[in-house]
């Protein structure tokens, strides 16, 4: 588990980006004040959703070479994917509990031992303390508001109890909140995250809001957050 002091950074995902310009855009979104990217990998399988895998990440490397890239990883075997993640740049995979609950374990310290942080990630109907034994494990854990698979859901407002609980068992611990996270939500999320200092990672409703970084207006969400 992370020890290093916590602080509030806003990790924006490119799920609703146009796929065609996803460089061109995962470029604007670090220029308007990301503090890194999140990366949505899904297989069809764990969701029903398909959005892109490690080629993509390699190609974004590429040409991206100083940001940090965290891999959400919505797909039934993440086992499968941590090694050609590695290879292609990644700095954290974060995977779901829920696709490998006999072999957690084993998947975090292939992750620590390929070079990357780990993070475990929870849908909102699996119980917070279901990651108690795996904390250690990992340095951060995810946390969702909104069922994964597709952006532009409604904010689960009861999923801030998780974080809560959480906060109050690991003070330490890095925390992630992914999902609906923008103007009509940011106030439930700086409530318990300007408190704890921790992250927040929004699709639909962060993107919407991006500005050039030159801009006085900048992004909602780095604003009220910051």
């Known amino acids: 588990m992370a020890k290093s002091k916590l602080t509030c950074k806003i990790r924006p995902l490119v799920l ?3 796929f065609s310009e996803l460089l061109h855009e995962s470029q604007r979104l670090l220029d308007s004040g990301a503090d890194y990217l ?3 990998v899904m297989d069809g399988h764990f ?9 993509a ?3 974004l490397r590429s040409k991206i070479d100083k940001a940090f890239f965290e891999t959400h990883m919505m797909v039934s075997n993440p086992m499968q994917w941590v090694r050609p993640m590695a290879d292609s740049g990644v700095n954290q ?4 509990i829920e696709t490998c609950q006999e072999t957690v374990v084993d998947v975090c310290r292939k992750v620590r031992e390929s070079g990357m942080k780990v993070g475990v ?3 909102p109907g699996t119980d917070v303390t279901a990651v108690e034994q795996y904390v250690d494990h990992a340095d951060m854990v995810l946390i969702m ?6 952006g532009g859901q409604k904010f689960m407002t009861d999923m801030m109890n998780k974080v809560r609980w959480l906060r109050q068992q690991y003070p330490e611990l890095d925390i992630e909140v992914d999902g609906v996270v923008g103007p009509a939500s940011i106030a439930a999320c700086a409530e318990v995250y300007a408190a704890y200092e921790t992250g927040l990672a929004s699709g639909t409703s962060l993107k919407l809001h991006v500005t050039p970084a030159n801009d006085k207006k900048r992004n909602f969400c780095l604003v009220a957050v910051i």
Not at 93 to 96: I, L
Not at 145 to 150: E, L, M, R
């Open 16 to 18: 609703n980006s146009n």
């Open 57 to 59: 990440v390699y190609f």
């Open 121 to 123: 990630a929870l849908k």
């Open 145 to 150: 508001i909104a069922q994964p698979g597709f």
């Open 38 to 40: 999140h990366l949505d």
């Open 93 to 96: 995979y974060t995977f779901h």
């Open 47 to 55: 969701v029903p959703n398909v959005t892109f895998g490690h080629p």
